[in-house]
């Protein structure tokens, strides 16, 4: 059963700053990954997708990593920006199911 | 955790028919639910939210006859796609908000529709 976890589960970094946001899961056989943003009250924004053949992809300041065999994924956020506060969301879509399986979010306050 | 599920996973359809999705909260109570269409190169929309007990909120662009959702009781909701079309075919994901918590919204798996 495919399991994704996200650490960490809050992170406060100072406007500026480079970071990063880890994704893992358990089952490499995904289909692809997608990298979400939450804003509170508000819906759902999808990032950045990145196929199972793929190793990275990058929008902006946000370049995400995947390394399937290891079952892990990086969200790289550049010049964070007090904008960029939000809940970030994982999501692996299975390879036979082509369902989400949701990780539990990082929620990211960056401080002016 | 709070967990929701979809149902069904995956469905087939001929054009003209009607489909319902479920939405349910399985281990909480979700005062709003909020439905979300996936479109090809994974571009996600914000359909409609909907609170217990009253009428669905629908975004702009948003056809509420066509998208019908019955927010009846608060650990289930619908999502009616009526007279389906081929171009309605999409990834349909819904999301729960636990009652009396924070702006925290739980996610489902997803229904997968194709429309033939």
């Known amino acids: 059963k495919q399991e994704v976890t996200q650490i960490p589960a809050a992170l406060s970094v100072p406007e500026g700053e480079n970071l990063v946001l880890n994704c893992s899961f358990t089952?490499?056989?995904?289909?692809?990954l997608q990298w979400f943003r939450q804003d509170p009250g508000k819906g759902l924004t999808s990032l950045l997708l990145?196929?199972?053949s793929q190793r990275e992809q990058t929008s902006g300041r946000l370049n995400a990593s995947l390394d399937k065999s290891s079952g892990r994924s990086t969200l790289y956020i550049a010049a964070s920006q007090p904008g960029d506060s939000a809940t970030y969301l994982c999501?692996?879509?299975?390879?036979?199911?082509?369902?989400?399986?949701w990780g539990a979010g990082t929620k990211l306050i960056i401080k002016p | 955790g709070a967990v929701v599920s979809q149902h069904p996973s995956r469905v087939i359809c001929k054009s003209g028919t009607s489909v319902k999705i479920e939405c349910r909260s399985l281990?909480?109570?979700?005062?709003?639910m909020f439905w979300y269409r996936q479109f090809p190169k994974k571009s996600l929309m914000l359909m409609a939210t909907?609170?217990?007990?009253?009428?669905?909120?629908?975004e702009q662009g948003v056809e509420k006859d066509k998208f019908l959702i019955n927010h009846a009781s608060l650990t289930l909701s619908t999502l009616t796609v009526t007279s389906a079309h081929p171009e309605d075919s999409s990834f349909y994901i819904c999301?729960?908000?636990?009652?009396?918590?924070?702006?925290?919204?739980?996610f489902g798996p997803g229904t997968r529709l194709t429309v033939l």
């Open positions: 281990d909480f109570q979700a005062t709003t």
């Open positions: 999301s729960a908000q636990l009652r009396g918590g924070t702006d925290t919204q739980y």
């Open positions: 999501a692996v879509e299975g390879d036979s199911n082509y369902q989400l399986i």
């Open positions: 990145i196929q199972s």
């Open positions: 089952d490499s056989a995904i289909y692809n």
């Open positions: 909907s609170n217990e007990g009253s009428k669905a909120t629908y």
